[in-house]
């Protein structure tokens, strides 16, 4: 009696985590959904026997601005190659990736116009930038294999989206040094998505743009959350609305630094906090998180939070509890 009662909360469990039909193609298919012995959708790879995503140019092609060499398709910025290591915190534990980037891409991205063209007298927009920096088509190419990575490890999307968030926020944050002249004004310079993974470094802006690309590229809605008042860029990513920031569709996601999925009253330099409503800019369609254990855990910090600034400080079990959620997501 006792086993029926277990298998059927493990079974409970894993169709939680998959969907009745999700839990079933997991078994014959790869982190993107492409069928076992199929080309993906996103070439050149192929999704083997052991439903595992790998570069097969010779039979699914290659994309655009890229040349086959083999079962590799080659970009003409793959030069000068470094390797980077990148960290990310899940179900507890601390895991790393690590990826080629290479120096001529990083300096091609730098060296882009940064600029747009309008016409009949249209205002510049930061949407249009912002879009334009996640869309660049040569960086698209040399981003996707850390895509790839992240669906080789998890079948399940909202565990893949789980590995892109942390992996985000824990690049360390930092401004460029290098600067732009604009009108005559100095301004620190924002970073391209894959120049992050190249200087290992960026801002709010950079990382959340680098976010947004990862979590479109697994499949999900996104948007951007513009704070003009505290000059603050973060991310919303399609979720239950229950559990959406300022009544929206769209859980908050925090990229400057480690933090719970949802919790939107982090205590920023100078212990700053978001007041301000956000400008939203649509990024991406796709689909939404379902199964939001983060909720309740961010609800729980923010509890925490309350009474420190209420009390001064915890009682032994919150103190308890908040140690169980600094290991579980990396704070």
Known sequence: MNFKKYFLIFLFILLINFGSAGFF????????GTKIGECSKNSPYFCDENGILIEKASICGCPNLTEIQGNLCISPYQENPKEINLTYFFSGKEFNISMIVYEKMANYLFYSPDYLFYSNGEEPKKDDFKLRKINEENQRILLMPLVIKIQNLEKNTENQARIA????????????????????????????????LYNEQGTCASKSELLVFLL?????????????????????IKCPEEYGFLNTSYCFVEATGPSILADNENIYLGGEKLTSYPKIIKASEGISLKYMREYRDSEILKEMRRRIEQRGGLNFFQHFSFRILQRRYGL
């Open 25 to 32: 193609d997991s078994f014959n298919s790869c982190g993107d």
């Open 165 to 196: 968030i942390s992996l985000v926020q824990n690049i360390e944050f930092g401004y460029s040094n290098e600067s732009l002249s604009v009108g005559g004004y100095s301004i620190n310079y924002s970073r391209y998505p894959y120049e992050v």
């Open 216 to 236: 479109r590229e697994i499949g999900y809605e996104t948007v951007f959350f513009y704070h003009e008042k505290e000059n603050h860029d973060s991310v919303g």
